[in-house]
């Protein structure tokens, strides 16, 4: 009999001005000073200073870090980790989107653990021995789910690749998914990131360490981004529909980060890597693809996906029926936002699919596809898409 382990964030505050309980988080955990990570547009915007008002209301002293990138690097983090160390502070607050998020737990658990000071000795699945600098994570995006998972991914830069990180010391002590920051990022990022959240829902649904419980947090991670998604470009300012999204990448970051993804991500990690393309958006164009190429293997599976896309989807057609579906929904989503639908798209170079290939074939989310992978078959999953 197998057992399943589920690993998620203890305390979490969902809602317009939920960032007013990182005070309370604050108190209850007698915290003295905290290390704000974030990045330069999140300054710029004003959104890191809606966070820095909650803390001086708190009488809480802080320093900050912001100088996160997109596919945040092992340089980023060891940056971050030096300021940590100079400041004096007890625990980290991440403002900001996946990267961020991830950038805060890579230095988080290197400042407990300074024998993985390399970065890439974390590799892997629970590869610190002590647990990490306590953080409370504040998502401004509705998409990666970082703010309840255990994993993180950092680029090696000299490498190309992007590397995953796994450990449940770094779930973070406390989320804070405030609706009213998440509205004021651009749709375009809104968009993305939603797909992305989709992706870890429709993911970790068809993952083959799916079971009941996960399962049924990746369907209705699906209907609440299927029903909500819409709206929300449409009428960028409806919270209501902001917080529903928020529910959904919270519940898909709960069943991916626990029985694993697949392909998608697999070929996404090296898009990244190789150009820096934003992870969500990799996501997004090359979902509907293996969905399609997934189908045919997951069977009676497909009909319950189909259903959560469209409530009006009938059980009683075949699965490659509800496959058409799934992925008829997915290129819409896409087109609605605008979102690129092929590789030549975002500047992919042919003469790299070899090596994009072996890159997807090796990553930590293959083995988690529920059909069996080469190189050869994801070489030619990217030629298909290309143009």
């Known amino acids: 009999m197998s057992i399943n382990r589920m690993v998620y964030t203890g305390t979490s505050y969902f809602g317009e001005g939920a960032r007013k309980e990182i005070g309370t988080e604050i108190r209850k955990r007698h915290f003295q000073k905290a290390f704000l990570i974030t990045d330069h547009d999140l300054i710029r915007c004003g959104i890191a200073e809606k966070i820095e008002a909650v803390l001086e209301e708190n009488g809480t002293p802080w320093e900050t870090d912001a100088e996160v990138k997109p596919n945040p690097t092992i340089e980023n983090v060891l940056y971050g980790l030096e300021q940590y160390e100079k400041s004096g502070c007890d625990f980290i607050i991440a403002v900001g989107g996946g990267s961020v998020i991830d950038t805060a737990k890579a230095v988080a658990v290197i400042a407990n653990n300074p024998e ?147 392909i998608v991500h697999s070929m996404a990690h090296p898009l990244s890597a190789f150009y820096d393309v934003p992870h969500g958006v990799a996501n997004a164009l090359i979902l509907p693809w293996v969905v399609d190429f997934n189908g045919k293997a997951c069977g009676e599976k497909m009909k319950e996906l189909a259903a959560a896309f469209d409530p009006d989807f009938d059980r009683k057609q075949d699965p490659e029926a509800a496959t058409a579906c799934c992925v008829s929904r997915i290129r819409a989503f896409n087109q609605k936002a605008g979102l690129p639908e092929k590789l030549a798209e975002i500047g992919v170079k042919r003469e790299d699919f070899d090596a994009l290939a072996q890159s997807a074939y090796t990553d930590a989310s293959t083995p988690d596809n529920p059909v069996e992978v080469s190189p050869e078959i994801l070489k030619s999953l990217y030629e298909k898409m290309y143009e």
């Open 116 to 262: 993985n000071r390399d970065v890439v000795s974390l590799e892997g699945m629970d590869k610190s021995r002590y647990p990490a600098v306590p953080i409370i994570a504040v998502p401004t995006t509705a998409g990666t789910g970082s703010e309840t998972t255990m994993d993180y991914v950092i680029t090696n830069t000299a490498e190309k690749r992007k590397m995953a990180c796994m450990d449940s010391k770094v779930v973070p002590a406390a989320a804070i998914l405030d609706t009213e920051i998440m509205a004021s990022l651009p749709l375009k990022l809104t968009a993305a990131t939603a797909m992305d959240a989709l992706t870890h829902a429709v993911e970790s649904y068809l993952s083959r360490g799916a079971f009941s419980f996960s399962e049924m947090l990746s369907l209705k991670a699906v209907s609440l981004i299927s029903r909500n998604l819409p709206g929300v470009l449409e009428n960028p300012g409806d919270l209501e529909g902001r917080k529903e999204l928020a529910v959904a990448q919270y519940l898909a970051g709960m069943s991916f980060t626990n029985v694993g993804l697949g």
